[in-house]
């Protein structure tokens, strides 16, 4: 397996961690995640890796257990990023506490020098207060959340910001229907895609949280998300 792809798949793997919490027996999801780890770990051709990763699956914690398995997991992405194309380093940005989310967060919506649309159906005043900020000034913020789910806070957060800025750094928020946001994600330019997976008002509250550029399947969210914006309500 060459770099990227194992980059890449180690990336989706981390991203989709079930919860392991509680002493209910392992369930099928939780040990096709694990087969999956242990064939990426031997394909990273790392032996101490292996025996690491080998040790900590038969330990009795279960906590402890995934905590030594995420450690050889994040040890081995590292190695496969350095590895792998300039053009497909970054795409994985993990953020372990508030200033990491603060910091990975900022960094991609910087990034924007036209549009940046923010999907998150739980969306709260967090967005603005928190993380607004690091778009640049003239390029205009949209803001999708869910009707059935979104935080009441957001739109006089909205609506204070529309007074205080006005023009300068324009901003838009609307509701889509209920319940037809799946992700939770950051467009920027409308031409890239990031995935969060969390909402940015717990962001980095639990981990693991990641963001991930969702190269393969970028345009195609877009499309969806644009028609989603395009029927939302607007709100401000």
């Known amino acids: 397996m060459d770099a990227e792809t194992l980059y890449r798949q180690l990336g989706r793997l981390i991203e989709t ?18 087969g999956r780890a242990h ?16 040790l900590a699956a038969k330990g009795p914690a279960r906590a402890d257990a995934l905590k030594a398995i995420m450690l050889v997991l994040y040890k081995a992405l590292a190695s496969a990023e350095l590895k792998a194309p300039a053009s497909a380093q970054g795409a994985f940005i993990p953020a372990g506490n508030r200033f990491d989310a603060f910091a990975a967060l900022t960094k991609v919506l910087q990034t924007a020098t036209i549009d940046a649309l923010i999907v998150d159906p739980y969306m709260d005043e967090t967005v603005l207060t928190d993380f607004a900020g690091a778009v640049p000034g003239s390029v205009t913020l949209r803001l999708l959340a869910d009707q059935a789910s979104v935080k009441p806070s957001l739109e006089p957060a909205g609506k204070m910001w529309v007074a205080q800025h006005g023009t300068t750094r324009p901003l838009g928020v609307r509701l889509a229907a209920p319940k037809t946001l799946h992700d939770r994600a950051i467009f920027i330019d409308r031409t890239t895609a990031w995935i969060l997976t969390q909402s940015l008002k717990d962001f980095a509250k639990r981990s693991p949280a990641e963001i991930v550029r969702a190269d393969d ?19 401000v």
Not at 17 to 32: A, L, R
Not at 39 to 54: M, P, Q, T, Y
Not at 217 to 235: N, R
């Open 17 to 34: 961690t079930p919860d392991f919490s509680g002493f209910v027996p392992i369930t099928h999801e939780q040990f096709v995640w694990i």
């Open 39 to 54: 064939a990426l770990v031997l394909a990273s051709n790392d032996l101490a890796w292996r025996a690491e990763f080998d």
């Open 217 to 235: 399947t970028a345009s195609l969210k877009i499309s969806a998300y644009e028609a989603a914006w395009s029927a939302a309500t607007v709100v």
